[in-house]
């Protein structure tokens, strides 16, 4: 089972440049999440997407703009990318929203270095 | 203060010990409580997820929730090599308008042979 597939899973950007997080999800999710990992920080809410259709700001959105392309696919885009936007982004789905105890699954990842 | 407090580690233990990991949050308002694996280099997996106070068992794993004292633990019995990752605990609410998990920073587990 792929379950949530991310892509690319590695990238360098020079500062000011814009690229697109793909993420999409085969378990027939209705809710999918972008979040982004730091050293000491844990897992932090970029964007989530409740369904299809629908999307809306997370805990850390500056910088960011979201695309839920259909019901599998949720995009992160960064328009000009900056160093303190190098992390780890990670795409999630669950059935349920997470507001109403649903639980996450997580793709693989996605490592951005920005310099 | 974190609303979620986690000790990083990193927790060193010899093969076969019981290993204890634990959370404390600050928000009587959770309801729900998840652990996670992460491998390194790898997305995190869910582990375990109990719903209000009390003990889950799952073979090796116990999660445990007190929520009169904030703290959540998670048991490992009989540690083995392939225990070696970052356990995140994840907290949510049980209702909805609030659509996230406040996750800690993870705690680094290294169990040696």
Excluded at chain 1, 95 to 104: E, H, K
Excluded at chain 2, 48 to 74: P, W
Aim: proline residues 4%; charged residues 15%; contains cysteine.
């Amino acid at each position: 089972n792929a379950g949530v597939t991310q892509t690319p899973k590695f990238q360098v950007l020079k500062t000011g440049q814009s690229m697109t997080l793909q993420c999409a999800q085969d378990m027939n999710h209705n809710s999918m999440y972008w979040y982004r990992q730091d050293p000491g920080m844990g897992l932090r809410l970029i964007y989530y997407s409740a369904s299809e259709g629908t999307t809306d700001k997370g805990e850390v959105p500056n910088g960011y703009n979201v695309s839920r392309l259909n019901k599998r696919e949720f995009s992160l885009r960064l328009e000009s990318a900056a160093p303190s936007q190098t992390s780890v982004y990670f795409c999630a789905s669950s059935g349920r929203t997470l507001g109403t105890g649903g639980m996450a699954f997580f793709g693989q990842g996605t490592r951005l270095t920005v310099v | 203060q974190k609303e979620v407090e986690q000790d990083p580690g990193p927790l060193s233990v010899p093969e076969g010990a019981i290993v204890s990991l634990n959370c404390t949050y600050s928000n009587s308002a959770f309801q729900y409580f998840m652990w996670y694996r992460q491998y390194s280099r790898k997305g995190p997996e869910l582990l375990m997820y109990t719903y209000s106070s009390g003990n889950k068992e799952d073979g090796r794993f116990t999660a445990q929730v007190d929520k009169s004292s904030k703290y959540i633990s998670l048991f490992i019995r009989d540690s083995q090599p392939s225990d070696s990752a970052t356990y995140l605990c994840a907290m949510g609410f049980g209702t909805g308008g609030y659509n996230k998990l406040i996750f800690g920073a993870g705690t680094r587990l290294a169990v040696h042979p």
